[in-house]
């Protein structure tokens, strides 16, 4: 599946190549784009009866809330500490370029900035008031949320409750064969994905705005390298280089749509091939997959050195440090909020003094981060799933759900 993803990403970057040098743009957006839109419309059709049912499974399976509490707490410091990891790496590695890159011109920028929730708005937005509206609009959290009381539910009615589990593993053995039959479709998936993205994007990388991209891929690369690999290694016992063949059909995947929500069926289905625990893994990805940002947060230290230079500020050792403890929170703050990358953006600059306007230099081409940014994240995830199933290798022992796995 890797190889045929890699061919289809490469064969979609040659063809978007041939489309911008003979003016076929509109035919690769008309004709190419509609069917990459149609199978990741298919990804994200079976992400919530996944996610939902999975998650309660999995829940049932441990049959110990307490061992919910301790997955959930291990995943969220997980999440924190490499986002923090993420910020500082991007800021370290633009600094290094920043003298390389030229200044681009900021007068008569105008960028109108989504106001981020607050604290207590992001709390409240958690928690459903209606179980099938988040189910409608896919609204993650709220369906981690629901799946969380089910599972609970079904573990505290005891005898009563296991009509209820055996449905729900049903339902769930049916949505993971309906997965596997989409996920065959990714190589063709991929293609269409990549090319109409190539086409349209391949002029706009020029000048220095190519360095500013080659910097926050620079940054990615080493953050996933280094962080990722000593995670996998230390606390995951697991070699890197396994870690990392096992993820490459994910990874070509979200590099392609962009996507992590549309990402997860794949990347759950990589981590649990890596010996991750089903259990763990069915509560862990989606939540990743809203509020783990570690590529999100390298672009926010990457964009803030060069929104920064090139309005001609030099920002101190103490902004850098409000630079990486508000990317950090943001990450949290904004999780499930549309667009939340460039919100995030906004309230990082706003935090160290910056002209939010700034952020139009970089919109134009915000899909080519993106791409680079949902490929580490997604990562983040599965080495976060790989980790926590290891420290509770012991708890899972007696799970029947990972011993079907297995």
């Known amino acids: 599946m890797a190889t045929q993803i890699f061919i289809g990403l490469v064969l979609g970057i040659i063809a978007g190549l041939i489309c911008m040098a003979t003016d076929c743009v509109p035919f690769a957006n008309e004709y190419i784009k509609p069917f990459g839109t149609i199978f990741l419309n298919l990804i994200k059709f079976i992400v919530v009866p996944i996610v939902l049912s999975t998650i309660i499974v999995g829940i049932i399976s441990l049959k110990d809330i307490k061992t919910v509490g301790v997955i959930g707490i291990k995943t969220i410091c997980f999440y924190i500490a490499t986002t923090a990891f993420a910020v500082t790496v991007g800021l370290i590695i633009s600094n290094l370029f920043k003298g390389t890159y030229g200044v681009l011109q900021t007068s008569g920028l105008v960028y109108q900035a989504k106001e981020a929730p607050s604290i207590m708005d992001t709390i409240i937005a958690i928690f459903p008031s209606n179980a099938f509206t988040p189910?409608?609009?896919?609204?993650?959290?709220?369906?981690?949320?629901?799946?969380?009381?089910?599972?609970?539910?079904?573990?505290?009615?005891?005898?009563k409750g296991k009509p209820m589990a055996n449905v729900v593993e049903s339902f769930a053995d049916v949505a993971i064969q309906i997965m596997s039959f989409i996920i065959k479709l990714s190589p063709y998936g991929v293609f269409c994905l990549i090319t109409p993205v190539v086409a349209e994007n391949g002029p706009k990388v020029l000048g220095s705005l190519a360095l500013v991209i080659l910097c926050a891929y620079i940054g990615y690369i080493l953050h996933a390298v280094i962080v990722y690999s000593i995670a996998v290694k230390t606390m995951g016992k697991m070699s890197p280089l396994t870690f990392f063949k096992g993820m490459m059909p994910a990874i070509i995947f979200a590099f392609s749509s962009a996507s992590s929500v549309g990402t997860m069926p794949l990347n759950m289905e990589c981590a649990r091939k890596l010996s991750a625990k089903k259990s763990v893994v069915s509560f862990i990805i989606p939540l990743g997959a809203t509020i783990n940002m570690d590529g999100t947060a390298i672009y926010q230290g990457v964009c803030s050195i060069f929104i920064a230079s090139c309005f001609g500020?030099?920002?101190?050792?103490?902004?850098?440090?409000?630079?990486?403890?508000?990317?950090?929170?943001?990450?949290?703050?904004?999780?499930?909020?549309?667009?939340?990358?460039m919100i995030m953006l906004a309230m990082v600059l706003q935090s160290v003094g910056l002209p939010v306007e700034g952020i139009a230099l970089v919109a134009g081409i915000d899909r080519i981060f993106d791409m680079g940014r949902t490929a580490v994240n997604i990562t983040g995830d599965a080495a976060c799933a790989i980790c926590v199933s290891k420290s509770i290798e012991e708890k899972l022992k007696d799970s029947e759900f990972d011993k079907e796995e297995a």
């Open 135 to 159: 189910l409608q609009s896919a609204t993650m959290l709220q369906v981690i949320v629901i799946a969380i009381f089910f599972g609970f539910g079904i573990i505290l009615s005891k005898e």
């Open 313 to 341: 500020i030099d920002l101190t050792m103490s902004q850098m440090i409000v630079i990486v403890l508000t990317a950090t929170l943001a990450s949290i703050g904004t999780a499930g909020v549309p667009g939340a990358g």
